[in-house]
């Protein structure tokens, strides 16, 4: 199963209104608060690796899990490697990757509004000194990988967004460069 | 709070059957399989730190949990820093923290049996390739530690076992030393 998924940088509200326009299915909403470590034996940079622990609170109740990013397998799909579990207790796996020497590299934080529209999850992205994004994705087999992105090309042009201004680069990217 | 606590080696079947004698409770059993990790960047036996990931079975539902354990900070009580929560998937935090460079370096399985007498709880521990022992432990503020240690003698001596053949020695620490 592939996962194809396009980023724009966007006015969320403008958006917003399209998609009400559109009859688009407002399918729920997150706020998602990720620290990322970097590790005391590593340069996660260079390997191209993440270690994470998201909160995500969601009508009120907030769930915690660490997650590993292997480097990428496979370039073209943007494939990784990853290894994802809940914790009980955020705090306390936070406290124990600090106790075993990792510390907290960067944190984003992001309200996310999820709607369904033509076959895609249109993510709207509000990111905490980064700035407003527009993710549309869906899920395919390896055939229809090509066809798949099209069709996200097109939701995006419904949306008023335009497809060539798409960003690769991850929300801990942009607010690492932001703050750099 | 104080956790007092005396551990001899012993026969469990005798155990079990002066137990019964005495009237004690038998409050429940689980079995404990512990993975016990190496760090990359440390030698957890020189810094007198541990990382474990727990898998505990009580009435057929299995549950884990990852600790890490802190340096003594207090010899004499045995005092120590701890961090535990539990996780969803106990394979996963295993595969999480071998990607990131921890290897697994031994693992502690037990059966455990759990008694109520006199107010504490004494516990059959039958420990794989190490052998069986008991606990007898109870909690106590700073002032009753004297009190409850000599309180945990006296139930070992109701039990046939002697407090002077008490060891300090962990499982681990013991199953490292039987193999190396």
Redesign the interface.
């Known amino acids: 199963m592939y996962e194809v998924e396009v980023k724009v940088a966007a006015e969320l509200a403008t958006v917003a209104r399209r998609l009400d326009d559109l009859g688009a299915t407002r399918t729920g909403d997150v706020v998602q608060v990720d620290t990322y470590y970097d ?4 340069e996660f940079a260079e390997t191209d ?1 993440a ?1 994470r622990v998201r909160r995500e609170t969601r009508e009120g109740e907030t769930q915690a ?4 990013k ?1 480097p990428l397998v496979e370039a073209e799909s943007k494939t990784r ?1 990853e ?7 955020g705090e ?2 936070d ?2 990757f600090e ?3 990792f510390s907290p590299a960067a944190t984003v934080e992001k309200d996310r509004e999820f709607y369904r529209y033509d076959g895609y999850t249109v993510t709207l992205d509000s990111v905490e000194g980064v700035g407003e994004f527009v993710e549309v994705e869906t899920e395919t087999d390896e055939n229809g990988v090509e066809a798949a992105r099209e069709g996200a090309y097109a939701v995006l042009r419904e949306l008023g967004l335009d497809p060539d201004e798409q960003t690769r680069t991850s929300y801990l990217g942009m607010l690492l460069e932001n703050t750099s």
């Open positions: 590790a005391p034996h590593r690796e270690l899990r660490i997650t590993y292997g490697e290894h994802e579990t809940g914790v009980a207790e306390t796996a406290a124990i106790k075993l020497g």
